[in-house]
């Protein structure tokens, strides 16, 4: 069928078709199931969600409605599928479509279902007539399509070329939540079938099956802008109706520019900012047949700026890579007079995406072969033909954001999609989200990421986030910035599990108590982001202070006088400036009444001495470094001649009122030094008389020796001039020469003195036998503790006394 003849036909259509959809009482909504009709359901996969229309179609079937699913993929000709299905088909009541729509057609996989595809393809579409029965229907679901004049009369020219009752929407088809509806408003018949699914089915599909389509001169888009630039000539070409690309061996090299501009927007036909693209198609119709030795047209991304005057020279002497992206976005290989498609695909879709995010770079696409041996020629937006000019399609989904709620059931006192916590000091790292911490999907189930920023830190490093995390998820904690980022694509369910895992943990010993906000952001696969606030009360724990002594021992020596417990201790409180308190104690081998404590009283800090317990007791309040101080400044001093030299243990304990430290020691080792022992005389003289025995013992003849104890010592008797007879009588004590001027005594200070003091028949006795005797003699007695007691060696100590002698007349 001619163009015009197609175009007239369309708008009688139109006309004809008035009165039925004026007259519709109602649009197509869903009624109750009267009967079991047979019906083929054709899904176009690229639809986002698509799958989930297939498994509602699916559970219609298995609820015995008898409905067949057929699927058209992304690269498939979805007017061939239709055709192809219905081919050995006599029986079907109705045909569902679901597929993206516009204002003036349907997107069927790598095809259209317009008023161009209707008369390019009227056979195939006409044949649809013998597989539906009298009163079959025809139900296009897109988007749009009876919104415009055109879209009506492609709707009443299907009813007039299949015999079908035809209903299609005038608004947006799909969620509710996104602007669209189920009901089929306009309808070229009387459309009985109901939609393919209940209700309830068709609420949980949370989408909409919006298409946009941009073309020159159609439904009033007037925004594109194209030229071609001549390798060789700085020509403006944009009022060209044709579009040169490629080079053909004698020609010079050219290459198209292509631009759909003002398609980003809130007015209506443009795709709303913040779209998600999820198909993009751009269709050229090449004029002419040239030779063609390599006929590949690749379609790159422009990167600068251009108008539809721009020619190669004031473009930079040709478009380079820093004009356009290196790689081709897509690419084409056909040669004849025809339509052309560069079908979707990701780089397509990330082209048209990027313009969605920021319509300024919006600087459309170069067509270019550079094989230097083929050329084609397309036509422009100023071609005659409108149909024939470059057409944009796009589908889209404006997406629904994910939502989050930390805590469900609002246990935690938190309202709305927040929660509440508290944290204690030293209780360990706690949840930053409640058990029921709930992730639910928007537009896409699929979560890309999800970051936990601890908005104030006053305790910086020691404030920590953790998670455990499953599946791809991996987390990360930057200590600089407080974020803890949870990466990697995820299911809801996954999400779910790591957030109820995100814990905080402080390791401060004296935390900022104020409270902490943690702001959690989640982005699912879409970019769309939910956002929620936890809120951590912080409650601080009293810390007890510390206390920390030398490490080595201190040394002290009998008679060195006060030496300094510890002049390297050191005290700390985390938490308080203050202390009010401190105990010194000697805990090991004390020896009371030899050892002692001795402090000055210094800082509003006193000391009380305890003798009977050993215990240094320090009070008044005071900071840190001045009962540090304090403590330094303690003396240890042992007054004993004969100390112990078990090593003494010195306890310290701090208290900041409330708390007292751990006890914190140190061991001083008291080293004994040997005191000599001394020997006394009492009397300065005694009287003896010539070859008369004297009586020493009991006259005041001792020894003694601070240090010596029970340890052996020995005494020696001396005299100048005659002998000493020592007898030892029950003593015990070892007598060594007597009867000779020098006697020698050994035994224990206690023997040694029971002798001398004549106990148990202890004799010591002095005669002089001479007949003619010196006038007096001296008496010696040594004392030797013989170094068996502390250092220095052997130490002895003497006295003396003079015996007088009364010389006798010796008869001649």
Avoid at 322 to 342: C, H, L, N, P
Avoid at 536 to 562: C, D, F, I, K, R
Wanted: with cysteine; proline share 3%; aromatic share 6%.
């Amino acid at each position: 069928m001619p163009e015009t003849t197609q175009d007239t036909t369309a708008a009688a259509n139109a006309s004809a078709f008035t009165q039925s959809a004026d007259s519709a009482a109602a649009a197509v909504e869903v009624p109750a199931i009267a009967h079991a009709p047979r019906e083929i359901a054709f899904v176009d996969l690229s639809v986002e969600g698509a799958q989930d229309l297939v498994k509602a179609l699916q559970s219609q079937q298995a609820e015995g409605r008898d409905i067949d699913i057929v699927t058209i993929a992304a690269g498939e000709d979805g007017l061939d599928v239709i055709t192809r299905t219905l081919a050995d088909r006599h029986d079907v009541d109705a045909v569902h479509v679901f597929s993206h729509g516009d204002a003036q057609g349907l997107q069927l996989g790598t095809v259209r279902l317009d008023a161009a595809a209707l008369n390019a393809r009227l056979h195939d579409i006409a044949g649809w007539a013998q597989a539906l029965g009298d009163e079959g229907d025809l139900l296009l679901y897109g988007c749009n399509l009876a919104g415009s004049a055109d879209g009506r009369a492609l709707v009443d020219n299907l009813a007039l070329l299949t015999g079908a009752d035809v209903a299609a929407s005038d608004d947006l088809t799909g969620s509710s939540a996104r602007g669209g509806d189920w009901a089929l408003e306009y309808t070229a018949g009387r459309v009985d079938t109901q939609a393919a699914m209940r209700a309830s089915l068709l609420g949980e599909w949370d989408h909409v099956l919006a298409t946009a389509t941009y073309q020159e001169g159609v439904s009033g888009y007037t925004g594109t802008t194209d030229t071609f630039l001549d390798q060789l000539s700085a020509t403006n070409n944009s009022a060209s109706t044709t579009l040169s690309a490629g080079r053909a061996t004698t020609q010079n090299g050219f290459q198209t520019l292509i631009k759909f501009e003002d398609i980003i927007g809130a007015a209506a036909g443009q795709i709303p900012p913040g779209a998600i693209i999820t198909n993009v198609t751009l269709t050229v119709y090449m004029t002419a047949t040239p030779t063609f030795t390599n006929p590949t047209f690749s379609l790159y991304r422009m990167l600068s700026s251009w108008s539809d005057s721009s020619t190669w020279s004031s473009m930079g002497d040709g478009i380079g890579f820093g004009e356009a992206r290196s790689s081709a976005d897509q690419t084409i290989t056909d040669s004849g007079v025809k339509s052309y498609t560069f079908a979707s695909n990701a780089a397509m879709i990330a082209s048209v995406q990027a313009w969605a995010n920021d319509p300024s770079s919006n600087q459309g696409w170069y067509i270019f072969c550079d094989d230097n041996s083929s050329k084609a020629s397309f036509a422009s937006s100023e071609n005659a033909t409108v149909a024939n000019r470059p057409k944009l399609t796009v589908d889209y989904v404006i997406p629904t954001p994910p939502s989050m709620d930390l805590d469900a059931n609002n246990s935690s006192g938190a309202t709305g999609n927040d929660y509440k916590g508290g944290f204690t000091e030293g209780g360990g790292a706690v949840k930053i989200a409640d058990t029921d911490a709930t992730l639910t999907a928007g537009s896409t189930s699929t979560v890309t990421g999800m970051t936990i920023t601890l908005n104030n830190r006053p305790n910086g490093a020691s404030e920590v986030l953790a998670a455990t995390v499953t599946g791809s998820i991996t987390a990360s904690y930057n200590s600089g910035t407080g974020v803890l980022t949870l990466s990697g694509n995820g299911t809801l369910a996954q999400y779910q599990q790591v957030l109820r895992s995100v814990s905080y943990n402080n390791t401060s010993l004296n935390p900022d108590t104020t409270d902490r906000s943690l702001t959690v952001v989640m982005t699912d696969a879409y970019g769309q982001t939910a956002t929620a606030t936890s809120t951590l009360s912080m409650t601080a724990v009293n810390n007890a202070p510390t206390v920390t002594t030398t490490g080595t021992t201190l040394g002290y020596t009998e008679n060195a006088g006060a030496v300094v417990v510890d002049s390297g201790v050191t005290v700390a409180d985390a938490d308080n400036a203050q202390l009010t308190g401190a105990t010194v104690q000697i805990t090991a081998n004390y020896a009371n009444g030899q050892d002692t404590l001795s402090f000055t009283n210094q800082n509003g800090i006193t000391g009380t001495w305890d003798a009977a317990t050993g215990t240094l007791t320090l009070s008044g309040a005071a900071t840190v470094a001045q009962y540090q101080a304090a403590l330094r400044s303690i003396t240890y001093t042992n007054s004993s001649d004969a100390p112990s030299t078990s090593a003494r243990t010195v306890r310290i304990l701090v208290n900041d009122g409330a708390l007292s430290s751990a006890a914190a020691t140190r061991s001083i080792t008291v080293t004994a030094v040997n005191d000599a022992p001394v020997a006394t005389i009492t009397p300065t003289s005694y009287s003896a008389t010539e070859q008369t025995n004297l009586a020493l013992q009991g006259t005041g003849l001792s020894i003694s020796d601070v240090d010596a104890a029970s340890a052996g010592v020995q005494a020696t008797l001396s005299v100048t001039s005659g002998v000493l007879t020592v007898v030892a009588g029950s003593s015990g004590v070892t007598v060594s020469n007597s009867g000779t001027a020098t006697v020698t005594l050994s035994g224990t200070l206690a023997q040694i003195n029971a002798l001398l003091a004549g106990t148990g028949g202890a004799l010591i006795t002095y005669l002089q036998s001479s007949n003619t005797p010196p006038a007096s003699a001296t008496l010696t007695l040594t004392a030797s503790d013989l170094g068996n007691t502390g250092t220095g060696g052997t130490k002895t100590g003497s006295d003396t006394a003079t015996i007088n002698i009364t010389a006798v007349n010796d008869a001649p």
